[in-house]
Every structure is written in structure tokens, then in C-alpha cells.
């Protein structure tokens, strides 16, 4: 099969590599600007076993309009083509016509605004799309942190509350997250507590 996205892998083993499962970056396409959130599939518990990344595509410009789990590798995006037609606005003469030209030209464009590398600040350049689909993956009550835990037993912290900590509470995770992967952060919809607080009501509860 051709590698018509190669980046796919480069990505997919810098974000392995630097110790996050989720990352993204722009495209513009079609007249239209998207922030594209890249996961490592491998946390995903789907039956994707022939794809490595899942893709999921934020319109900048409308915020109704996002295209979810779009799975890929470096040959193929996993979409039925009426999605792919309709989601990135292609003109209706051009979906019978040479419609593989199309779709190859989609893969060569998306490769070409994918890095082959992670990029710390794309995290915080995105980070209002790459915690949605955080939250998506796995729902909380709210982006304030007030208290951390440890997991009974040998139980770690999900990949998914690892990614939402670096992002918004980076020093608290430093402190006790990167020590400790069995500590989980909690969170809440407002009355953040700041690290000493969440620190101190962590060594308590060790403590009892």
C-alpha cells in the first residue's frame, strides 16, 4: 500500500516518544480552516486494529461543525465517502469525477500541515480543542483542579487525565504526576485550589 501520509507515524512516535498521547495542528482546505486533533488510537479501546491515530476535525470558523474519529494510518483515512463529501464542502460535479483524485489529494495536503515531529506549543495553541476531545474521551464535571488521588492498588492514571493535567495544571503535574502515575487529578466547574492546597490534602489522605 502506498504511504501517502507518512507523517502519520513520524507523529504518531515523537508524541510517543515525548510521553503524550494527544496533540494538533492547522489545516486549510477547500476554503475552509480546521484545527485537527491527533490521537494515539492505541488508547482508544476501538476495533481499529489496521489504523494508529485518530483524527478528529474542528471547524475554526464554526463551532458546530466537527468531524469525529476519523481513524488513519499512512495510506488511508477510515471515512465513508458521502462523509468525507459533505463535511469538506466538495462540490457535487467533483464526488462522481475522478473521485480518487480527490481523496489523494486530500491525504497529500493533510500530510503536508501534519508535523513530523511533536510541538509543545501546539498543545497550548489548541488547547481549547484538544480538551474537548479529552473530555469527550473521558468526561469530567469541569477544568478546575481541586484535589489529586491515588488509585487503589496497582491502578494507574488514564492517559486522558495525564494529557488534561499537563495542559492545565503543568506545575502541579511536574510536583506529583510525572513522580507517580498512580495519582489521578480531580476536577470540578469552578473553586480551583492551587498546588500547595492540592499537595497538602494528598499527603493527608496518604497519611489516614
Given amino acids: 500500500m ?21 496533540t494538533a495542528f492547522e489545516l486549510h482546505y477547500n476554503k475552509h480552516d480546521y484545527v485537527v486533533v491527533f490521537e494515539d488510537a492505541a488508547h482508544l479501546n476501538k476495533n481499529k486494529q489496521y489504523f494508529s491515530a485518530a483524527l478528529t476535525f474542528y471547524d475554526i470558523h464554526d463551532p458546530n461543525r466537527i468531524l469525529s474519529d476519523v481513524y488513519a494510518n499512512t495510506s488511508k483515512l477510515d471515512i465513508p465517502l458521502s462523509t468525507f463529501y459533505n463535511f469538506f464542502d466538495i462540490d457535487a460535479s467533483n464526488r462522481s469525477y475522478n473521485s480518487g483524485d480527490v481523496i489523494f489529494s486530500f491525504y497529500s495536503t493533510l500530510n503536508s500541515k501534519m508535523p513530523g515531529t511533536f510541538n509543545l506549543a501546539a498543545q497550548n495553541a489548541h488547547q481549547k480543542e484538544i480538551l474537548s476531545t479529552i473530555e469527550r474521551r473521558e ?40 513522580i507517580d502515575p498512580k495519582i489521578s487529578f480531580c476536577y470540578r466547574k469552578n473553586n480551583e485550589l492551587n498546588d500547595t492546597e492540592i499537595i497538602r490534602k494528598l499527603k493527608n489522605e496518604h497519611s489516614v
Fill in 2 to 22: 502506498t504511504n501517502h501520509m507518512p507523517n502519520v507515524r513520524d507523529l504518531l512516535s515523537s508524541l510517543r516518544k515525548e510521553g503524550w498521547y494527544i
Fill in 139 to 178: 468526561p469530567s464535571d469541569g477544568m478546575c483542579c481541586y484535589s489529586a488521588r491515588h488509585n487503589p492498588g496497582t491502578k494507574k492514571r488514564s492517559v486522558f487525565n495525564t494529557a488534561k493535567t499537563k495542559l492545565l495544571r503543568p506545575s502541579l503535574y511536574e510536583k506529583i504526576g510525572e
